[in-house]
């Protein structure tokens, strides 16, 4: 069985989880989850019980306890949702909200609009940087 444990200390290691779980069965593995740009521990982790039936004594008896200085959660670890293109970022297609867009009717950089009361930065025919000296 999968099993999510939440709420870690940064000094908690991979090692010392082992430890932990093994007093309620074998723990085929255990993972810390890291920055993939710092390397430091996010705070949860993944491990994987042999048996079933240990594994729910586990989450039972350590779901909400302490370690070394955190209430950790504990809890069976659901599958990775599928993720969605478009959720929140940077944009090329104008499409919902959020990020930069190269056509869209609302905020950003690009598309080739004129620039209209609170319209952000367009590269249209007016407004903007231009370069007239008149204007200076």
Do not use: C, H, W
């Amino acid at each position: 069985m999968n099993i999510y444990v939440g709420n870690l200390s940064r000094t908690v290691t991979e090692d010392a989880l082992r430890k932990l779980f093994e007093a309620f069965g074998a723990v085929s593995s255990v993972k810390i989850m890291t920055d993939k740009f710092t390397g430091e521990p996010r705070g949860f982790a993944f491990l994987t019980m042999e048996d079933d039936e240990q594994a729910q004594q586990a989450i039972n008896a350590l779901d909400n306890s302490d370690l070394e200085g955190q209430r950790v959660r504990v809890n069976t670890a659901r599958p990775p949702q599928p993720r969605t293109p478009g959720q929140g970022g940077f944009r090329s297609n104008g499409g919902g909200q959020g990020g930069y867009r190269s056509s869209g009717s609302q905020g950003g950089f690009g598309g080739s609009r004129e620039r209209t009361p609170g319209s952000g930065f367009r590269s249209g025919s007016t407004g903007g940087f231009r370069g007239n000296k008149d204007r200076y």
